[in-house]
């Protein structure tokens, strides 16, 4: 039984602009962030998807190699919310705008 | 190019004289209050200096071929600009005039500011203006003499606002800087046209005989226009007839100031440089020349009979001499005009001397008895005769010479004016006669109101009691030397001898001869005929002096407060001999009370009407045309607010909405950079699916 290549790209894409939704609704840094992971496994799903058609599976590899990144993505990234919120008492980004004009 | 190989040190000589001034200037300004008594002995040097340099010129120049200095100021193009001085017979006896009139001017305020809080600056201001007048007396260059011709009207905005606390005086500079301002607006004018038309100002080579006839044939009209301008800076000067207003408010500065500047020196700027470029009049030009000045003559005499300001009265009568002068360069008569110039010049800076001190006396007088009184009213003043008994006499020579009593200065130089206009008039015929006839009224009215504030100073009683009594004040008893030197030397400049050897002959007057140019009336078969039109004349002033002393004695009553005109008059039955000055006058002064009071009834009709006409009329012209001006300048700035500004604020307003825009994205919030991340890809891949 063989699942055709646009179900992993329609679960993929679903996945991405969940992902893009949760980034660009959420109040929250950390639901933010777990929208970034949404997008990077759906990236990951399109890589496994497509190493189906190639010999030596260096789409899974770099798979594996995007979830290490990720991993370690996440815990600078849980670190840089830890210090947002000692020095702003808030994770809400947009509170967080020394740039602009208030 | 004439350059003097004979005297090498003149050089120096000139350049020392014309330099000095303006150090004394300088180190009045920086170091004035810390050298001791402020700093008056420099200023008093360098004044006695000039005096003695510009005589040593005069002597070395008067009657030999000119001199001239230039060095190379700057180059445009192919043209090269000097500065450039000449030295003729019109700039020395210029620079004598002016250096000599400057020193008295300076020994005489030794005493007469030795109060002012800023004595320094007063020394500092009265340099920058001999220098600046030097340098209008020397410039051979056009534009040289433009910048000199505006530092003059600089300084004299500096002394007239001299003390600078009182509103008036504010408001005066104010008034006088920018009426003078109109007329170097004249100035400039005529500068372009001629610089456009000849590629060179320097006035010598400008109005050298060739070039000036031939160009004169081309293109009459930018020649008229140049005269035209010319005349208008000069009567902005000379204080002629539209732009008299200012010299009336520059009183408000310093009497000493008014004397050197507002009577002497500077007023006659405009008619020295009338003298200085006039080969570029045409005989219209000439014409509007002469008409502005015998109106002018005959106005500001009105005016000044109905004045009862005493520093006023003097600077309408200043103004009435100018009108001479101006009207004298009219009728083509520069050397009459540069005449009574210099004449003029002595016995207008000694009235105005003698004024100052007899202010002066009151204002000390009214400040001892606690009273509050003008100090300047003639109407408060009287019976001055003993208690400054030299001032008086001097003031008697100084109004003798205005006058032009025989035996004076000014009786020369005014008859000169006036027999060159009678002639003048001859020769043209008609409605020309108007001329000689008006300046002989104006002359007639000088005898009116000189008559009139002498003697209410002077010999009429006082009119306010407290006056009877002979005070003293202190400081003037005895006068200073300071003040008793100017008056001397002034006083021996006011008589004929200094000017030609007979009192009554013009052919021998040096001054005169220095100038023979053009038409010379007082030489070969005319001589005898003129001398009887001379005595004619001074039969007609004495029959004037007859009427309007009598007038004026009369005509000073009308001025008077009601309540004491009525014992005034009975002062007047009882003392009638009393009321002439001197012998002379008593002799021919026969009482026929009744047409006297008519006469001056109408006469004072006439300057009443005169001053009405300058009051309402004048001033309704003046503020008309301002409300013209503002109207256009409010048009103006209208288009500058909405136009050319409009432009540069809609600019402006687009790049900051815009940058608004821009600045949507750079806010630092993390989602919206996103968002716009995304939509700019998809808006991508749209065009590239697209296209």
Redesign the interface.
Known sequence: MLIDIQCYLIVSSILFSIGIYAFLTKRNVVMMLIGIEFMINAAIINFVAFSKYDSNNEGQIMAIFIIIMAAAGVAVALAIILNLYKHYKTIDPNQVHELGEK | MVKSHVYPSMTQLLLFLFLSPLIVFVIQLIFGTKLPRKGDFIALLVAVICCVSSSILFVVVWNQSPVTYQWNWFIVGKTIFHIRFLLNNLSVIMLLLVSFISLLVHVYSLFYMRNEVFYHRYWAYLGLFTFAMIGVILSDNLLILYFFWELVGFSSYLLIGFWFKKSSAIQANKKAFLVNRFGDMGFLIAIGILYAHFHQLTITELFAENTLSKYFQQDAFWVHLVGISFFIAAMAKSAQFPFHVWLLDAMEGPTSVSALIHAATMVAAGVFLLIRVNPIFTPSVLLIIAIVGTFTALFAALLACVQTDLKKILAFSTISQLGFMICAIGIGSCSSALFHLVTHAFFKCLLFLCAGIVIYYYKSLFQQQNVNLDAQDIRNMGNLRKTLPLVFITMLIASAALIGFPFTSGALSKENILIHLWYWAVQKEGWYYMFPIILLLATATTIIYTTRFIYKIFIARPTIELLCKDKLVNSLHPLPFSVKIPLFLLSLCCFFVLFAWSPFSLAHSWLLNGFLTGIVYHSGILTTFINVFIISILLISILFYRFSITFSHRFYIFNMQVPQYHAFLNHCRNHITYVPIGGFIRLLNIHRRRTDIVIANIFLMISNLANWVDRKIMDQVAYCSSYIALKISLICSNFDIYGIDGIIHGITTGIRNFSIVL?LF??????KY??VF?VTLLLLLLLFYLF
């Not at chain 2, 750079?666 to 989602?671: A, E, F, L, T």
């Open positions: 600045r750079q806010r630092g919030n993390v989602q996103l968002s995304f």
